[in-house]
C-alpha cells in the first residue's frame, strides 16, 4: 500500500512557504493506518527498549496503539499545562516559531529504554527537546521512529547522535 498516497499536503498552511502534511486523511483510511502502524512495528523489531514517548499531539495518535501492539509502555510528552504533578520541562525552536514540552519528573527512572514517535522530522527541534527530556530522567533515547521526513529540513543530521527511522520522505 501507497501510505504517501494517502497523506493530503496542504500549501502555505499554517503559514505562507509551510508545506503541511496533513495526516487526518491518512487515519481515516482504515486499512492505510493499520498499515502505518504495522510498517512502525516491524520497523523496530531489532530494537530493545521499555516504554514508547509520543510527542503531542500527532505522536500520540501513532505511539499509544504502536506501544499497545507491542506490549510495552506509553509515556506521553505534553506541551505545556496539560500534565498535572511534577513536570520536567525544556524549550525548543520550531521551524515557523518555538514552543516547549513537558513530562512528568517519574514517568521514567535511570536506565529504562525508550523509543520516541511522532509523525514527523523537520528540523529536528522537537525531537531533540523530547530527548533532552528523556534524558533529564536518566533514561536512554533507543531511536527515534517518525511516519514522515522533510529530508530538505536535515532533521536527521541534528539527531546524528541517535538512530532515526522513517517511513515516508518529502523533499520539504
Do not use: Q, W
Not at 87 to 104: A, D, F, K, P, Q
Not at 139 to 157: N, P, Q, W
Amino acid at each position: 500500500m501507497d501510505i504517501k498516497s494517502l497523506i493530503r499536503v496542504i500549501e502555505d498552511y499554517p503559514e505562507k512557504g509551510i508545506s503541511f502534511k496533513d495526516i487526518t486523511t491518512l487515519l481515516k483510511n482504515r486499512e492505510g493506518f493499520k498499515e502505518t502502524l504495522d510498517r512502525l512495528e516491524e520497523a523496530l523489531k531489532d530494537y530493545e527498549f521499555d516504554y514508547i514517548a509520543g510527542v503531542e499531539s500527532r505522536g500520540l495518535i501513532f505511539g499509544a496503539p504502536l506501544a499497545d501492539r507491542l506490549n510495552k509502555g506509553f509515556i506521553p510528552i505534553r506541551k505545556p499545562g496539560k500534565l498535572p504533578g511534577e513536570i520536567e520541562r525544556v524549550s525548543y525552536e520550531l521551524e515557523y516559531g518555538s514552543n516547549e514540552l513537558e513530562i512528568h519528573k517519574d514517568a521514567l527512572k535511570p536506565g529504562d529504554k525508550i523509543v520516541i514517535v511522532d509523525d514527523l522530522i523537520a528540523t529536528g527541534g522537537s525531537a531533540k527537546a523530547s530527548a533532552k527530556l528523556v534524558e533529564s530522567l536518566g533514561a536512554e533515547v533507543v531511536c527515534f521512529e517518525f511516519l514522515i521526513e522533510l529530508t530538505g529540513l536535515k532533521g536527521r543530521e541534528y539527531l546524528k547522535d541517535y538512530d532515526v527511522i522513517s517511513i515516508v520522505e518529502y523533499d520539504h
